[in-house]
């Protein structure tokens, strides 16, 4: 308790800082630019960033002179000194800031408003607090990052200002500790590494829509094939379903009055329109609803693995991590209430093995009832009871609570991830539905011969495959496992001589199921060793004299590591084992 105590005294001062040093970044603003318009300033978790109306554009030449500004009110140590004024009061200082008034007649009627002035010539609207002076500081290390359009409060119809964004830390040390990590975050960015390595490429004519190339869709289909393998082990039944379908399918699921504006919609006639689904679960009710089923069916799992698409807001679009069609590991699993503990158990079971399998971790979260719920408490609060015996059995108390953040139809687990930018994403989910299934009338026979209603969970593992692709290659750097990556051996045959013995090699790991490529250029050895390990070839193998003499191969491993004169049969049986294992690392030794 006395730590987390510190961590939040540390957190409080920290976001001090950070606010104060907006104010210092506001000041150095209107000393530098004229005619400015003060918004707002506020910390975020690596520092912070104030929006301005300028009439001209800040751009990354004025970063150093507005650095060096503020580093000279720092200096100063000038005072922050506090006011509180009324309503009128506040209106006649800041009668020629417009958002500032806007902000102050949404305060009129509060006891007190208040200022902060920093030295004599500057004052901002602001609740604070602040440290008592600038040079309380002096030891801080920020910088300029960017300067982006935003609207005032988010509102496309209102006007666009220029935020400017600053890294903020308490030493210098930090900061560049930062700064560093940013650097090392620009080489894992998917959106750059994806078409460097051939992977995919998005088209401005389909936004948000990726473009699968042989190397990246070899990829995905080995996640699937994986994906497939395991569940076909614990009777999962996958099934296909149409991409359109009439606005009559949802409004009986509820998707048309609570998220038709997510949706890709077809008008054909006055009396026809359909959609582009944006998610699998009313065709898994239609599946469910064909047949009479009985207890002895459930648990019924119906995976779904087709195209969906949903309509985003274009800025919210971000490579693979957000797009707008996508196809995710997607199942609705039948049951009975009394089977609520044993599947949600068996799904973390494929969580975990998945996971763990690409050396990622997660975080599970579990969402309660809302305000909005649909349904009996009584059935609420059984659900919850034994979601939370699974979390309690397999977590202890490394798990979170959000109170009230359940679906209206039902609690659920989110599988929480933080890649290797330090984003946290959702990724799985596990949610119980006590709705869809009274929406389509869905009901099965119990043991006594009584029509019972199932409960549906709808859940997926990777979750979106398109976003858990571009985890994966920020989280491996595009070095991927041996037995995930599309590109496992580059074959260089070391003069045109040696390419027959080349291409042998090539048939006996092709035909090992082995994916190798020979490279047949007319390039010199060394710029095909290049190629190669550019694109991240985990194994370089070279054939020259000796080795086509020896019936041998001498290769390059991706770590460095060099190693002369093995046999080919060894080779493959190494890669036979990694990729059976799904070892995450290479083998070095053969």
Not at 203 to 225: C, H, Q, R, V
Not at 342 to 371: C, H, K, M, Q, W
Request: aromatic share 12%; with cysteine.
């Amino acid at each position: 308790m006395h730590d987390e105590k510190n961590n939040d005294r540390n957190a409080e001062a920290i976001e001090m800082g950070r606010h104060s040093l907006a104010h210092v970044l506001a000041k150095a603003v209107t000393g530098l630019f004229s005619d400015v318009k003060l918004a707002i300033g506020p910390p975020i978790d690596t520092g912070f960033y104030y929006d301005f109306d300028i009439p001209v554009s800040i751009t990354d030449a004025d970063f150093e002179k507005i650095e060096a500004r503020m580093t000279e009110i720092i200096k100063r140590r000038e005072a922050f000194i506090r006011k509180e004024l009324s309503a009128s009061e506040a209106s006649e200082l800041f009668s020629d800031e417009p958002y500032k008034l806007e902000l102050i007649r949404e305060l009129d009627g509060n006891d007190d408003i208040s200022v902060y002035y920093l030295g004599e010539d500057f004052v901002d609207l602001c609740r604070g607090p602040h440290v008592a002076d600038s040079g309380e500081l002096r030891g801080w290390g920020f910088k300029l990052s960017a300067v982006a359009g935003a609207y005032w409060r988010g509102d496309e119809n209102n006007r666009m200002l220029q935020r400017v964004y600053v890294h903020a830390y308490p030493t210098r040390a930090e900061l560049k500790e930062y700064l560093n990590f940013l650097e090392e975050a620009k080489k894992r960015d998917h959106r750059k590494l994806g078409p460097q390595l051939d992977l995919f490429f998005m088209d401005e004519t389909a936004p948000g829509m990726p473009y699968w190339l042989p190397s990246g869709w070899k990829m995905f289909n080995i996640l699937m094939d994986f994906w497939r393998e395991e569940h076909e082990k614990r009777n999962y039944l996958e099934i296909s379903s149409p991409l359109i379908n009439s606005n009559t399918l949802w409004k009986t699921s509820g998707h048309w009055d609570h998220y038709q504006e997510n949706m890709f919609v077809i008008p054909l006639s006055e009396e026809q329109t359909f959609a582009v689904k944006p998610m699998n679960c009313p065709n898994a009710m239609l599946v469910y609803q064909r047949k009479t089923r009985s207890y002895r069916d459930l648990p019924l799992r119906l995976s779904d693995c087709d195209i969906l698409h949903r309509n985003e807001i274009s800025g919210t679009l971000h490579g693979l991590l957000r797009v707008q069609m996508f196809r995710q590991d997607d199942s609705h699993n039948f049951i009975t209430e009394d089977q609520i503990y044993s599947e949600i158990n068996s799904i973390l079971d494929i969580a975990d093995l998945f996971y763990e399998v690409f050396g990622l971790t997660y975080t599970p979260v579990l969402s309660t009832r809302p305000a909005d719920f649909m349904g009996e408490v009584e059935l609420w609060d059984k659900a919850e009871k034994e979601l939370k015996a699974v979390l309690d059995s397999r977590y202890g108390e490394d798990y979170q609570v959000n109170e009230g953040d359940g679906a209206f139809y039902g609690p659920k687990i989110d599988i929480m991830m933080k890649d290797a930018l330090n984003r946290m994403w959702q990724m799985g989910t596990i949610q119980l539905d006590f709705q869809l299934s009274r929406n389509f009338k869905l009901t099965y026979t119990d043991r006594d011969g009584s029509q019972k209603i199932p409960v549906v969970v709808h859940r997926v593992v990777y979750g979106s495959i398109e976003r858990f692709m571009g985890i994966l290659i920020e989280h491996f750097a595009g070095k991927f496992p041996f037995w995930i990556t599309a590109r496992q051996v580059g074959i260089v045959p070391v003069q045109d001589t040696h390419i027959e013995y080349a291409n042998e090699i090539a048939e006996k790991l092709r035909f090992a199921k082995i994916r190798a490529q020979v490279d047949v250029s007319n390039g010199t050895m060394g710029n095909k060793i290049k190629s190669f390990r550019q694109e991240l070839y985990p194994y370089i193998l070279i054939v020259g004299d000796k080795e086509t003499e020896s019936g041998t191969i001498s290769l390059r491993v991706r770590t460095g590591k060099q190693v002369n004169d093995i046999s080919l049969d060894s080779f493959i049986t190494a890669c036979r084992q990694m990729t059976e294992t799904h070892a995450l690392e290479l083998r070095e030794e053969f």
